[in-house]
């Protein structure tokens, strides 16, 4: 009877000091990628002794093998594979303060290619194994999260091509590597690429029927399924509805609330965080002759990136005009 | 006021731990286990087969396994879930490329590749459903190649 209230006791208090010794989830850091796909191949090793490694979940191997998609003794970052030359985005908001690119993107050595980023939390983030003029970036510049600062490569002391992304922070006066999915930087374990969404439903998933020379109001809702929350406020970065197939194509559906002849509107809401719904209403005007019509619409994290057009269940809107017998000649 | 709670909290674990004979990670040495420990549930594995179990698994070399050109056989490891290794005179990706190509083209099925700093590891099913892993890691000037039973 005891003996299991002690290790009620015991196990409680290791629940709640195991999750105070972790950060609360900040949603303040992205994935540095935008493939969804992408999972990780080791991540840091937490566990400062040689052959004992401690996993973001807190599991102890008390081995020297390397653990696919867990962990391998002495790993300072989080290995991501991919192939060379995939593009590699800030994790967060930042300032560049060192890189370098001259080595050849697979050229194996003790140093490759990378772009170190100073964040305003005090941490920095590291993208490692870049190829050769791989950095988008240049000292001193500022980046957004989300923002396309390199290609990645191989070079360096490199078994495959990968992104080791690693961060790191002041920790006892000296800089460290730190394990942000143990502590829960990221959105969700394991995390979230910095633009995605996915379609959950509209005004009207069926054909618009519109009378010509008239404007009907429609709209649609995805969930921000990325790490970056979406805002509507007039910078870069902004989260707006435009046309697509091809991008940007000047819409005959235009109406007067659109912004410009493909941005049909930027997102409803002034802020939409991951995991949340954002709401996309605009007008369709047609000036076209009767007949059917289909128009395809994708968002886009202004003069950033297009969101991934199939994730968004390929929203397009069917419209039929319809003779309007105040201007139009009715049909012979 | 959090810092206090925290260290009364500290101190209630270590005599609940003293006093309910807890002795997390006390007695656990490098060489005493190659699996996981604590608290956590293992991870989610695809490494389950219709094989037999590990205790009655004798590991040998899958037939047709490709081998690189100029690659020279090594000394097998005190490991008896290692069936081959061997030494080829290349550096950093190229035996994990050479291998992420070749283990399909020879009937293999990768089901899942790993890069790293400090070596490659690529997990790939045999035509039995079996699943192998072949390591590719820097010794000396050459890359050592080691080909050896799953295991998480």
């Known amino acids: ?332 | 006021m959090k810092r206090i709670g925290r260290g009364a909290a500290f101190l209630l674990l270590a005599m609940a731990a003293v006093g309910c004979g807890m002795h997390r990670d006390a007695a656990i040495s490098p060489s005493a286990a190659s699996s996981p420990i604590l608290s956590n549930p293992p991870p989610p594995s695809a490494t389950a087969t219709d094989g037999p179990t590990p205790s009655e698994f004798v590991p040998t070399l899958p037939p047709d396994l490709p081998v690189m050109p100029d690659a020279q056989p090594g000394r097998l490891p005190d490991d008896a879930s290692v069936v081959a290794r061997w030494t080829a005179p290349v550096f950093g990706s190229a035996a994990y490329d050479f291998y992420l190509q070749a283990l399909p083209d020879a009937g293999f099925t990768i089901v899942g590749s790993y890069p790293s700093e400090r070596a490659a590891l690529i997990r790939f099913r045999d035509a039995s459903g079996r699943i192998w892993q072949l390591l590719a890691e820097l010794v000396g000037d050459r890359t050592q190649i080691t080909v050896q039973a799953d295991r998480p």
Request: with cysteine; hydrophobic share 40%; proline share 7%.
């Open chain 1, 1 to 332: 009877m005891i003996g299991r209230a002690c290790i009620g006791l015991s196990f409680a208090l290791a629940v709640w000091l195991g999750s105070a010794g972790r950060a609360l989830a900040t949603d303040d850091y992205t994935l540095p990628f935008y493939d969804p796909s992408i999972s990780l191949s080791y991540g840091v090793d937490r566990d400062p002794r040689p052959c004992y490694q401690r996993d973001w979940a807190n599991v102890l191997w008390a081995d020297c093998n390397l653990h696919y998609g867990r962990v391998y003794d002495g790993h300072t970052g989080m290995d991501y594979p991919m192939p060379l030359l995939s593009p590699v985005a800030a994790s967060r908001d930042g300032t560049v303060i060192d890189l370098f690119e001259g080595f050849g993107t697979e050229q194996f050595g003790i140093n490759g290619n990378y772009v170190l980023l100073s964040h305003a939390d005090g941490r920095r983030t590291l993208y490692y194994h870049l190829a050769q003029n791989g950095a988008y970036a240049s000292v001193g510049k500022t980046v957004l999260a989300g923002q396309w600062i390199g290609a990645s490569g191989c070079s360096g002391q490199c078994y495959g091509a990968h992104l080791h992304f690693e961060m790191r922070a002041v920790v006892g006066g000296r800089w460290a590597p730190v394990d942000p999915l143990y502590e829960q930087r990221f959105t969700t374990n394991p995390g979230r690429v910095p633009f995605l969404a996915a379609y959950l439903r509209e005004s009207n998933s069926g054909t618009e029927v519109i009378k010509r020379y008239t404007t009907i109001t429609h709209w649609v809702e995805f969930v921000n399924a990325g790490g970056r929350t979406w805002r509507n406020n007039i910078g870069v970065g902004r989260v707006l509805l435009g046309t697509w197939n091809p991008p940007t194509r000047n819409s005959a559906f235009s109406a007067i609330d659109w912004p410009s002849s493909w941005v049909a509107t930027n997102v409803d809401q002034s802020s939409v965080p991951p995991g949340k719904v954002g709401r996309f209403t605009f007008g369709l005007h047609a000036e076209s002759p009767p007949g059917t019509y289909d128009e395809p619409f994708n968002l886009l994290a202004n003069s950033m990136r297009w969101f991934d057009w199939a994730r968004l269940s390929s929203f397009h809107v069917p419209i039929m005009v319809m003779i309007n017998t105040r201007f139009d000649d009715p049909p012979a």
